[in-house]
């Protein structure tokens, strides 16, 4: 028998290789003649450098660049065949501010553009941009500038690269700009479809999460509609209806407009550079999961992708998450054979958090147990 275990992280408890592992170690003790297969993945956000790190034995550089308030700190992309990977978390996440510092009026990407200038300098052909997790709320003008871009104001005075500053965008000088995009393919990764701006832009629905109140919400989302008009006058280019132009604060639309990039779903993305589908020859059960199994694991999250994959190839699957929020019923319906929470298992979510590996141990134990007896 063969199991491929391909989990997401649990965030803030077990990485995606910790939950691979203690599901390996509950189906050894059933039984140890079944071949596990670790195969730890993640949806395109945060925890994906991580993964790509243990699956193709990449270089990691680091290098110091600016944090989201233009503090140096020290953030790395990995690299491999001319290829960069670099994840926003690195240098722009929200974890890298403490509660009291998250404020996307103030917050920048340059730190991710120089990163990717790095890579570029290197002679990077590809480079894939993973942007969960960001602080910011600037529509990629940190990372452009970074990489050559500047933006001006109506006195043709050069503006910061922060969320409050978006408003007086008049024009964007592009003779200082280091790179050839038409040579590099550049992708954006992500999970959703938001678009720039409006009820359903970067501003209204992430911006709280940065620390944005409701005055600062308008001021981001005027911000982002000015953008996008000085990109259409500037260099011809339509960002307002991009399916995923509001990922990261916008950061999915400004690399569409300065970087030619391309946006790839998360999940699937990710499949395809750690050769997901190729791990499934011969498998009799996927065991996945992540922290929480809500209404957005229907859409786009990375065990729906997982459900997908098996479903196409006659391979049940069961997921282990930390919580499930969402009727199992609509789980069962979408594909999954099972599906087990460590949460019930313990006294608080403390503990949850803190015992999360010998719990997924138990329940993957469990999981195969059933599995074999019912023989599916």
């Known amino acids: 028998m063969k199991i491929l275990l391909a989990p997401d992280k649990f965030k803030g408890s077990l990485t995606a290789?910790?939950?691979?592992?203690a599901m390996a170690n509950g189906i050894q003790r059933f039984d140890a003649s079944i071949e596990t297969v670790l195969h730890p993945m993640a949806d395109g956000g945060e925890g994906s450098l991580e993964v790509l790190e243990?699956?193709?034995?990449?270089?990691?550089?680091?290098l110091e660049v600016p944090d989201p308030l233009f503090r140096p700190v020290r953030a790395s992309y990995l690299w491999k065949d001319q290829r960069a990977y670099v994840e926003m978390a690195q240098a722009s996440g929200l974890e890298l501010l403490a509660p009291a510092e998250r404020n996307c009026l103030y917050t920048t990407t340059l730190g991710t553009g120089s990163l990717m200038a790095d890579a570029l300098d290197r002679g990077a052909t590809e480079l894939y941009l993973f942007i969960g997790g960001s602080a910011t709320n600037d529509a990629g003008l940190g990372v452009a500038r970074a990489l050559g871009y500047r933006f001006l104001d109506e006195d043709?005075?050069?503006?910061?690269p922060i969320g409050k500053e978006l408003v007086r965008l008049a024009a964007i000088d592009t003779s200082q700009l280091r790179y050839d995009f038409s040579q590099v393919k550049v992708y954006v990764v992500c999970d959703v479809q938001n678009v720039l701006y409006g009820p359903a832009g970067a501003a209204y629905v992430y911006g709280p999460q940065k620390g944005a109140d409701a005055a600062a919400l308008r001021v981001l989302d005027d911000g982002l509609r000015q953008v996008s008009r000085v990109v259409q006058a500037d260099l011809g280019i339509t960002l307002n209806n991009l399916a995923g132009?509001?990922?990261?604060?916008g950061v999915g639309a400004g690399a569409v407009a300065f970087l030619g990039a391309e946006i790839l779903p998360g999940t699937d993305t990710l499949m395809q550079i750690t050769q997901f589908y190729e791990q499934l020859a011969e498998v009799d059960l996927i065991m996945t999961g992540e922290g929480k199994l809500d209404e957005q694991t229907?859409?786009?999250k990375l065990v729906?992708?997982?459900v997908q994959a098996g479903r196409q190839r006659g391979i049940p699957v069961a997921a282990i998450c930390g919580t499930c929020t969402v009727d199992k019923?609509?789980?069962y319906e979408a594909g999954l054979r099972q599906v087990a929470e460590v949460l019930p298992r313990c006294k608080t979510l403390q503990e949850a958090m803190t015992q999360a590996g010998p719990v997924v141990e138990e329940l993957a134990y469990e999981i195969i147990k059933t599995f074999r007896s019912v023989g599916t």
């Open 17 to 21: 290789r910790q939950v691979s592992q």
């Open 54 to 62: 243990q699956l193709l034995k990449p270089e990691r550089i680091t």
């Open 304 to 306: 729906q992708g997982v």
């Open 156 to 160: 043709n005075q050069e503006i910061e």
């Open 329 to 331: 019923a609509l789980l």
């Open 245 to 249: 132009g509001g990922a990261a604060g």
């Open 298 to 300: 229907l859409h786009g």
